[in-house]
């Protein structure tokens, strides 16, 4: 089994034949699929498919992106909006400067109110970071020394130093199709070195389809591309890859209900 632990099954791309997606990511045993909240006042969409079927759950944040527009929603709220039995995670929120369509102030705060929301409420956060290595290490240590919370750095694309600083602070990292990508060689090295309890997978779809299928959208039934690579990258099976990056799912995504026996 495999878990696809971040995509947007709320994008239009999926509106005319979600069903059918869904359908197609069980049949090639992807037990658990989580759909990533990008706007907090979106989450009635979000909750209507997690409510849909049976494996699927969603988070509720804000995405770097919505900064400014999603500007000063306090962990309150958010630790409210977790109490539904589908919201099993905060994020997706952190800090974007590649785009930076959010301001930069207005990024951090979303970002601290979400690391405020997660330490409180157990849950994990998904962090957002693209090209913001430093700042993100920065608020991470000193959010840290608050006090503990769990979180995973997920599309992982940054430095070693950004994830060697997460893995001490006890963050998980995740990857997508961007590993199975010919240019990503760095990304593979840092892959294959992180510790085999804190690597996740997930496809970021309808974004970033991986290996064969770059170019057209991607969907959760995808995410065993990335496994594969993942799998090959570390020289362990796809079976081994499959039941440690499930695991690792469960023991962080610990709202979500795990089948007797990760296979
Ligand atoms: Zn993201
Ligand atoms: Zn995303």
Redesign the pocket.
Known sequence: MLVDS?C?LDFPDFAEDLDAIVARAETAGIGRIVT?S?RVKRLAALLAIAERFPNVYCSVGT?PHQADEEDGIPASELIELTKHPKVVALG?AGLDYFYQHGSREAQERGFRAHIAAARATGLPLVI?TREADEDCSRILEDEIGKGPFKAVL??YTGGRDLAMKAISLGLSISFTGILTFKKSESLRLLAAELPPDRIMVET?SPYLAPGKFRGKRNEPSYVVEVAKVLAETRGVSLEEISRQTSENFFRLFSKVPAPKAVA
């Open positions: 971040h947007h990533i990008t995405h997706e957002h997920h599309c970021d």
